[in-house]
């Protein structure tokens, strides 16, 4: 069974600086897809990047990127020039591709607050 | 396009009652996924609709729990008697044709027993 450990539960940063999530993972799974989820305080999750295992390039979407390191089994998520919008909950997840069923296993979360 | 809608946004019943959760998926999105968290918990799959056919419920705490989508549109979760434990948000989730497409979630159902 595949697990996701969030090792943070709670982080701050100052606005406009840079902040690191981590994420580690574990599966017997050679091909697999990883996300960022967002959970503001008004609840709906939105999905803030998506990286497929099988890609050596680190996805990007604006100012979320993420650092993809598949022997470690890590997948860390960076924010630059953190805005106060960007204070949420935000969860790690993994889906495997040989999964029937194509669950999201997610991580425990981290509660990151961004302070001006 | 409307995002995928959850009704109630939160229920407050008492133990042994019986609740119904409503999911509305996003129009064409095949693919539909029930999750929960408890207090305090990570966010557990329970169960994934392809269509009106269940895909995969390995997830389904107990017999409690009954889920249909019927038509293959909106999906119901119904727990039924309500126990203390059964406490927690219900998140539901749609994806499109392929199963590895991005899910994307509702807002989710508050659920309170006491």
């Known amino acids: 069974a595949q697990t996701v450990t969030q090792s943070q539960p709670e982080m701050s940063v100052q606005e406009a600086e840079t902040v690191t999530l981590s994420c580690t993972y574990d599966?017997?799974?050679?091909?697999?897809?990883l996300f960022w989820y967002k959970q503001p305080p008004s609840r709906q999750m939105i999905l803030v990047i998506r990286?497929?295992?099988?890609?050596?390039q680190n996805a990007t979407e604006n100012r979320f990127s993420v650092n993809f390191q598949k022997a470690a089994k890590s997948f860390s998520l960076k924010i630059s020039d953190s805005q106060l919008g960007d204070t949420a909950m935000y969860f790690c997840?993994?889906?495997?591709?040989?999964?029937?069923?194509?669950?999201?296993?997610f991580g425990g979360g981290t509660r990151l607050m961004v302070k001006p | 396009e409307a995002g995928v809608t959850q009704f109630p946004s939160h229920s407050v019943i008492e133990k042994g009652q019986t609740v119904t959760l409503r999911c509305d998926p996003i129009?064409?999105?095949?693919?539909l996924y029930w999750y929960r968290r408890v207090m305090g918990k990570e966010i557990k799959f329970l169960l994934h609709?392809?269509?009106?056919?269940?895909?995969?419920e390995s997830g389904m705490p107990n017999n409690r729990f009954l889920a249909e989508r019927t038509g293959g549109t909106y999906s119901t979760l119904k727990v039924q008697p309500a126990e203390l434990e059964d406490s927690g948000v219900y998140f539901c989730?749609?994806?499109?044709?392929?199963?590895?497409?991005?899910?994307?979630f509702g807002p989710g159902t508050r659920l309170t027993v006491l």
């Open positions: 609709f392809v269509k009106e056919s269940k895909q995969d």
């Open positions: 997840a993994f889906m495997g591709q040989n999964n029937a069923g194509n669950m999201l296993t």
């Open positions: 129009s064409g999105h095949d693919n």
């Open positions: 599966t017997s799974e050679n091909n697999y897809y």
């Open positions: 990286q497929e295992a099988y890609k050596q």
């Open positions: 989730a749609s994806s499109q044709t392929r199963g590895t497409d991005t899910q994307y």
